[in-house]
């Protein structure tokens, strides 16, 4: 991600030409382990904090205000990019990475997709079950 600006200890930088992994452009803003995004649409304040990959390429994400919700990775898995991700024992390898997810194998998703683009669980109708 390219650095846009670093001084007194804060980190500056942005995304801003990259649509098939990134929704819109958004500045990361980075001190010590404080984190912080900001989009053209909309500030994204919420960062997960917890996630399961379950069956049916699904993510189930907690973000720090309480919220739960369900991400559909399907379509993304269509991209070159998260090829690596269509076999079930990397795709069950995610992690919380400070404002976003990241698999071990290097794949990414921009933070405000996993946000915005989410189902709040409760409005989930399919059955949810961990990836085994």
């Known amino acids: 991600m390219p650095i846009v600006s670093q001084f ?10 990259d649509t098939d992994r990134h929704h819109l452009p ?6 010590a382990e404080y ?19 379950l069956e049916n390429f699904l993510l189930y994400i907690k973000f720090q205000n309480g919220e739960e919700k369900i991400y559909d990775m399907k379509e993304m898995l ?25 698999w071990s194998t290097g794949e990414d998703i921009a933070p405000e997709k996993i946000y915005f683009n989410s189902i709040p ?8 079950k961990k990836m085994e």
């Open 121 to 128: 669980i409760q409005k989930f109708k399919s059955e949810i």
């Open 35 to 53: 984190r912080g995004i900001i989009n053209m649409e909309n500030i994204i304040e919420e960062m997960p904090t917890e996630v399961t990959a």
């Open 26 to 31: 958004h500045i990361h803003v980075q001190y």
């Open 78 to 102: 269509k991209f070159d990019y998260y090829k690596n991700l269509r076999s079930k024992e990397n795709f069950k390898k995610v992690k919380v990475y400070g404002i976003t997810l990241k």
């Open 8 to 17: 007194y200890g804060i980190i500056i930088s942005m995304f801003f030409n």
